[in-house]
């Protein structure tokens, strides 16, 4: 399986046609994002703020990145590097920065499915965000850690082949992929502090994933 871009920001969800507009999302919550107060919001996401004159700069990581979103212009972009933010990848970055409530992690441990809305979809989002990886890695899942770990990711504790992903600074995402045997083939989850549903809707944890597991393809070469 070749993944490429079209992979992202798609999942099962019956949203209205508005959210398939990329743009139409995008100046939605960028107009949400330019109301609210921006250290209020930075307390709550984690983020830092820098003032400089009328237009002050959020500066949030992300995946890997550090990232940079001006207030109120709404510009979007990474501060080390010349790539561009993918529009998939500022529509999620700004409705993290809405939805972030300041609350610490649990230490309770959920998959995709214990999420709002997220039993229904559970299969569409194994195929999109762990299915991906099983094929490529194999039963033996030879090279996923090596992959992961440049991907951004960090050796977990958690059993199996597991790494986990800072998403955003109050956000952790763990991908576990377990070896096949004679008996059952590879598998694989992706679990999350409870808290994640203060930050992040079940869409976009489902397209969150589902860019990691890219990130990780890519690493490995696949793409």
């Known amino acids: 399986m070749r993944p490429d871009d079209a992979m992202l920001y798609k999942t099962d969800f019956p949203l209205p046609d508005r959210q398939n507009n990329y743009e139409t999302a995008f100046r939605e919550a960028a107009e949400r994002l330019k109301a609210r107060d921006i250290h209020d919001v930075a307390g709550r996401s984690g983020a830092i703020v820098i003032a400089s004159g009328e237009e002050n700069t959020l500066l949030l990581p992300f995946i890997g990145d550090e990232i940079r979103v001006t207030h109120p212009g709404m510009a979007i972009t990474i501060v080390s590097g010349t790539g561009e933010v993918p529009m998939w990848a500022r529509i999620l970055i700004l409705h993290y920065l809405l939805r972030a ?20 979809y559970d299969t569409a989002f194994h195929r999109r965000s762990v299915a991906p990886l099983l094929e490529r890695f194999g039963p033996g899942l030879d090279g996923f850690m090596e992959a992961g770990t440049r991907a951004g990711g960090i050796r977990s504790a958690e059993s199996g082949h597991a790494l986990t992903f800072r998403a955003f600074p109050r956000v952790e995402v763990v991908f576990i992929l377990w070896k096949g045997d004679e008996e059952f083939p590879p598998s694989g989850s992706v679990i999350f502090d409870s808290s994640i549903a203060d930050y992040l809707s079940t869409e976009d944890v489902a397209v969150l994933c589902n860019m990691i597991a890219v990130r990780i393809l890519r690493a490995a070469g696949a793409a």
Not at 101 to 120: D, I, N, T, Y
């Open 101 to 120: 409530g300041g609350s610490e992690q649990r230490g309770e441990k959920v998959s995709f499915k214990h999420l709002e809305g997220g039993l229904g």
